[in-house]
């Protein structure tokens, strides 16, 4: 069984915790408010429409036509919608049916620890091997990778480079020297780089997510992913898609079509809707979740935890060292026990020991009462550990 000792996801475990002591819940990245409301109106009129039959397997032709111009639009990207373009079950398919349709067992697949979790499912799944690179954070906290270390990842069976940027957990947006290091190398030993971009759109204190994609030489060897999740706050309709040149996307599409086929018709409807309509509700999620995560970072500092201000993505790395512990993965397994609130260990992505240990990722992706409620929990059992440096 290629995923024998995969057991449950952390997010599931963390969640179901969550619930069983009636914590607060800063673990699984998901919004506890909704997104705009006539995109949401948009598919429900499609249900009572008659769109509820299979759409065409590569997606409804107004979605992929309305990701084409997105594309173009915020990156000057040109994709053919008939030919380039792949709707998905959430990012999490296209990752799947990209790893599956580009690796051989035995293929190298450079991912970048902490990575999320499904990389390393859906790299077991294709009987592909990983190859982690480190971000460790650097002396403001910011996490990053050591392009000496990525270039020695790099073998006669590497096939792929999996990148996430804005990045799940750390918060990180790669810079354009950080993404020439990594199209350098790419272009040297010709690899292709699978990108996922869900957090493209939520990036912080006028940072901008790059994708990957422009750099010279570089589209013809990209397969980007993105997410109608997290820009429009829906993360349970699992709307996702995939970017490539014609010859990489249809080997995802030929193995797309065996996992899923297809997906929700009025649900891709309404976010080709949101696509072409909504982008002003998004830069207004964007300016919220940056003051959200203003806040959770002022509380958790109170409570003596340190942290960095992330550039993007829903979640904040805090060191819990200053409470008493290196340990985040067990700190993280008790503190909804003893503090009423549930974050995620950050060792949990990592292969190496020595990467993440003392770090849990908290999600800012609630409301403020929310994390009010939160912060005064963590203060309470702060105050019983240790005093606050
Ligand atoms: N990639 C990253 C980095 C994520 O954080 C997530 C979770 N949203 C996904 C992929 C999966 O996205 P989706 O829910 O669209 O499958
Ligand atoms: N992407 C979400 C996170 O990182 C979790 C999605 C899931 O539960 N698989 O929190």
Redesign the pocket.
């Known amino acids: 069984m290629a995923l024998r000792g995969f057991g449950t996801?952390i997010?599931?475990e963390m969640s179901a915790l969550a619930i069983d002591t009636g914590s607060v819940n800063l673990g699984?990245?998901?919004p506890d408010t909704d997104g705009p409301t006539a995109m949401v109106e948009r598919a429900v009129e499609g249900l009572r429409n008659g769109e509820n039959q299979y759409p065409p397997g590569r997606g409804v032709p107004e979605l992929r036509h309305a990701i084409a111009s997105h594309r173009l639009d915020h990156y000057g990207l040109r994709y053919d919608a008939d030919n380039e373009i792949l709707v998905t079950v959430g990012a999490?398919e296209g990752i799947s049916a990209t790893v599956l349709g580009l690796c051989d067992p035995g293929d190298e697949v450079v991912v970048f620890e902490p990575y999320?979790d499904?990389y390393a499912a859906t790299i077991a799944l294709a009987g592909a091997t990983r190859v982690p690179v480190s971000l460790r954070p650097d002396s403001t906290g910011r996490f990053g990778f050591d392009v000496e270390e990525l270039r020695a990842s790099v073998t006669s069976r590497t096939r792929l480079v999996l990148l996430n940027s804005p990045h799940?957990?750390t918060g990180t947006v790669l810079t354009r020297a950080e993404l020439e290091a990594v199209a350098e190398v790419c272009i040297a030993h010709d690899l292709i780089v699978v990108t996922d971009e869900v957090y493209e759109h939520l990036t912080y204190d006028g940072c901008e997510h790059i994708p990957i994609a422009t750099l010279p030489g570089m589209r013809e060897r990209c397969v980007a992913i993105s997410s109608a999740g997290k820009s429009f706050s829906v993360t349970g309709w699992k709307i996702g898609w995939v970017c490539a040149p014609a010859p990489l996307l249809q080997a995802v599409n030929t193995v797309k079509q065996f996992l899923t086929y297809t997906h929700s018709p009025a649900m891709q409807h309404a976010v080709a809707y949101a696509l072409s309509n909504e982008m002003a509700w998004v830069a207004d999620l964007r300016s919220s979740l940056q003051e959200r995560r203003d806040q959770l970072a002022a509380g958790l500092e109170s409570v003596g935890l340190r942290v960095t201000r992330p550039q993007g993505t829903y979640f904040i790395q805090a060191d819990v060292r200053p409470l008493g512990t290196a340990d985040g993965a067990r700190f993280c397994r008790e503190l909804p026990h003893q503090a009423g609130v549930v974050g995620i260990p950050t060792s949990v992505f990592c292969d190496s020991p020595d990467v993440g240990g003392p770090f849990v990722r908290f999600?800012f992706c609630k409301r403020p009462e929310v994390i009010d409620e939160a912060v005064q929990r963590l203060a309470r059992f702060a105050a019983t550990v240790a005093p606050s440096s």
Do not use: I, L, V
């Open positions: 996801t997010f599931a699984q990245g998901f999490t999320y499904s799940n957990p999600a």
